[in-house]
């Protein structure tokens, strides 16, 4: 059984800072590209980060870039994702997700597992 599990999220105030965690079943994290997605009540489904199976290679969607970080630790099977300079639109609920492939994919129709997602809210 393929699991992912977030945590990390919270209520923040703006400026302020998270560190979301994606633990994964070790079946599906070594070899697999993995990355993050956000979606906002109304809004569709928005790539946030991704990062290759190695941790070598990051890409950023461009209302993150420069403020988010992505990283992986393949020992612990865990990926994170450092959020600084959080604003009320990075209000969301955020979702890992790992891919087959083990290069780095920004579609969310190219990953095959989900985790349940951890709700990130920034207070003005």
């Known amino acids: 059984q393929v699991q992912l599990v977030e945590s990390g999220g919270g209520l923040v105030q703006a400026g302020g800072s998270l560190r979301l965690s994606c633990a994964a079943s070790?079946?599906?994290?070594?070899?697999?590209?993995m990355g993050w997605f956000r979606q906002a009540p109304g809004k569709e489904r928005e790539f946030v980060a991704a990062?290759?199976?190695?941790?070598?290679?990051?890409y950023y969607g461009d209302s993150v870039k420069g403020r988010f970080a992505i990283s992986r630790d393949n020992d612990a099977n865990t990926m994170y994702l450092l959020m600084n300079s959080l604003k009320p639109e990075d209000t969301a609920g955020y979702y890992c997700?790992?891919?087959?492939?083990?290069?780095?994919?920004?579609?969310?129709?190219?990953?095959?597992?989900w985790g349940q997602g951890t709700q990130v809210t920034v207070s003005s």
């Open positions: 997700a790992a891919t087959q492939y083990s290069g780095i994919r920004y579609r969310d129709r190219d990953y095959d597992y």
């Open positions: 070790r079946r599906t994290f070594s070899n697999s590209a």
């Open positions: 990062i290759d199976w190695a941790g070598r290679t990051q």
